[in-house]
């Protein structure tokens, strides 16, 4: 690994590398999370021994 004073952390990205990582990782999650959400509702309206 270089001794480049911008690279941070062991993955060797850069503070704004890494938020960008980050960010994505958040919005990739909040999707997952809606559909799941979503699935999970569908499931429940159409399932009969649940209602």
Known sequence: MSD???KVGPT???L???E???SY??????V???IAL???VLTAFTTPWLG
């Not at 990782?25 to 909040?30: A, F, M």
Request: hydrophobic content about 40%; charged content about 30%.
């Open 4 to 6: 480049d004073p911008d």
């Open 12 to 14: 060797g990205l850069t």
């Open 16 to 18: 704004k590398e890494a």
């Open 20 to 22: 960008e990582v980050h």
């Open 25 to 30: 990782l958040i919005d990739g999650t909040r």
């Open 32 to 34: 997952f999370g809606l």
């Open 38 to 40: 979503l699935a999970h």
